[in-house]
């Protein structure tokens, strides 16, 4: 099921123009607007051609590897409302708000750690209080880690001075998606400033984070040319990692009756992104296996780079409603599989010091 705005661009075939695979050689290619939109497009055996070129520009810079994340959910509470999540404000009355402690949180960091995983990933919702929960405890990662750690985060928004703290106690990298690069539709989407979003993420660019952002696709009035135009933000930021999430119609928010994003469309942003910067880290992320089983094995192979494996204590993890009580909650043996049966191997991060 497609939403009308990007249906017209894609599954139809409508508006569909010429592509020619041969120039998915150029590397100047993405430059063009219009190509990014062109090979947005595609279906058949153009979109077969671009994902191979894309798993060949992986393959030039990472080799096989498949870098593997260890996820730490530290809190389900958030001050924004996003019209398409269930952690939104308006929701937190009758959620069940969990805060990890900083022991819980260190116990999950024992067992990533076991796994043999050296990328520690917290995710919350977007609260002042997580500034001070992860990053007093930021040495302490370190100090378990008698190797190489990369200390990633996805908070939201912070202040400078707060981003700033947060460098200092060590972390390595921050994640905070733009969500959509048209600025009517984010305001509408988050109810929050998105010139705020993108100042936030210049910041840390300046600051020597490594940074990633990210595009939901499907959004209800999204268009494709909006698409390309996320694509060529992360690319003007200075991005480190970009992702490319399909929009799923979580319950118990606005959007609940909405169709849910286009897989395909998403594989096909995933493949640009390889090809616009072949350095990127691109995860193939769980709501492509929440909208389709065996779509995580389908993004590594449209170019994706990037896996993460969900370590929060399966209590709390049920109340982490970021697609709702039945989002796909990856395990460890599901990642070694699908790297198993891309032909791939798990390697660690590319970042840590
Ligand atoms: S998507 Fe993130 S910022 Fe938006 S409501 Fe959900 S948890 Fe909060």
Redesign the pocket.
């Known amino acids: 099921m497609f939403n009308d705005t990007v249906a017209f661009a894609g599954q139809s075939g409508i508006g569909r123009q010429q592509v020619d695979a041969a120039e998915l050689s150029d590397p100047d290619l993405f430059w063009d607007r219009d190509a990014i939109i062109r090979w947005l497009r595609v279906r058949g055996a153009e979109q077969e051609s671009l994902f191979a070129a894309a798993r060949s520009a992986r393959e030039r810079v990472y080799g096989r590897g498949v870098v593997v994340r260890g996820l730490i959910e530290v809190t389900?509470l958030?001050?924004?409302?996003?019209e398409?999540?269930?952690?939104?404000?308006d929701n937190t009355k009758h959620n069940t708000i969990f805060q990890l402690t900083p022991e819980q949180i260190l116990e999950v960091v024992a067992e990533i750690k076991s796994a043999g995983i050296n990328i520690v990933f917290f995710q919350?919702?977007?609260v002042g209080k997580t500034t001070r929960l992860v990053g007093d405890l930021i040495p302490e990662v370190y100090a378990r880690f008698d190797s190489p750690v990369e200390v990633l985060l996805c908070l939201?928004n912070k202040t400078d001075a707060e981003f700033d703290f947060l460098k200092k106690q060590g972390a390595t990298s921050y994640i905070l998606k733009h969500e959509t690069s048209d600025p009517e539709l984010n305001e509408r989407m988050?109810h929050s400033s998105f010139e705020d979003r993108v100042r936030c993420l210049r910041t840390l660019v300046q600051m020597g984070f490594k940074v990633g952002t990210g595009a939901i696709v499907g959004l209800p009035g999204q268009s494709v040319e909006s698409l390309a135009a996320d694509l060529e933000l992360a690319r003007d930021i200075g991005a480190h990692m970009v992702s490319g999430s399909p929009f799923i119609p979580a319950p118990d928010t606005p959007l609940a009756g909405s169709p849910g994003g286009d897989v395909e469309l998403t594989l096909n942003f995933i493949a640009i992104a390889r090809l616009m910067n072949p350095a990127w880290l691109i995860p193939s992320v769980s709501a492509l296996e929440r909208r389709q089983g065996g779509g995580q094995l389908n993004g590594l192979a449209a170019g994706a780079n990037v896996l993460t494996v969900n370590f929060t204590p399966p209590v709390e993890q049920e109340k982490y409603l970021?697609y709702g009580k039945d989002r796909y909650v990856v395990r460890n043996d599901h990642v070694t599989e699908i790297v198993r049966q891309a032909g791939l191997e798990r390697t660690q991060s590319v970042f840590a010091a």
């Open positions: 389900n958030c001050r924004v409302n996003c398409f999540c269930p952690m939104r404000r919350a919702g977007e939201g988050r970021i």
